[in-house]
């Protein structure tokens, strides 16, 4: 039967979660059966083990020799380099502002309705538009409809035909 080893991932898996209740059964199961992986996971404890206890060395060391140390950017200094990089970003802004500024002041005016022509003075506005004069070619033509709503031939020209009868 051929048994398959716990992965570098399953590995860490195990060593982070030691001592909590995340353990899968299957990974406890292998670690109890399996020499090979047992040694693999005692030798990534004992690394992380040297690590921290390293870490905790020097953190140690270094408050000891310097427990207040100074930045190195006099404090002074400071908020004249931070101003300058303010000024810097707002200017852009300010600029594009003003740029757009007169855009949003010069709104469409609304027109106030007494000054707004009626619907019959349009109508005649219109009317006087689309009646245009009609071309000297097409004249012959204009005699040929009757606008009188009379049956007299007084809009009619001598000697043409009625084409609309108005009853």
Not at 64 to 78: E, K
Not at 102 to 120: G, K, N
Not at 157 to 163: M, R
């Amino acid at each position: 039967m051929k048994t398959y080893h716990l992965s570098a991932w399953e590995q860490e898996e195990y060593v982070l979660n030691q001592g909590t209740e995340q353990q899968s059964p299957q990974v406890l199961r292998h670690l109890a059966e399996c020499a090979g992986c047992r040694s693999a996971v005692a030798r990534l404890e004992h690394g992380v083990a040297v690590f921290r206890s390293a870490a905790v060395e020097w953190s140690s060391e270094c408050l000891a020799t310097h427990p207040q140390q100074r930045l190195s950017v006099p404090m002074r200094r400071l908020p004249v380099v931070a101003m300058r990089w303010a000024m810097a970003a707002i200017i852009p802004l300010v600029l594009l502002v003003l740029a757009f500024l007169p855009f949003h002041l010069t709104s469409p005016r609304v027109a106030h309705p007494a000054l707004q022509p009626s619907d019959d003075a349009l109508l005649e506005e219109v009317d006087e538009q689309v009646s245009e004069a009609v071309p000297s070619s097409m004249e012959s033509l204009t005699h040929l409809v009757s606008t009188q709503s009379s049956a007299g031939s007084a809009a009619a020209a001598p000697g043409s035909k009625h084409i609309v009868q108005t009853n």
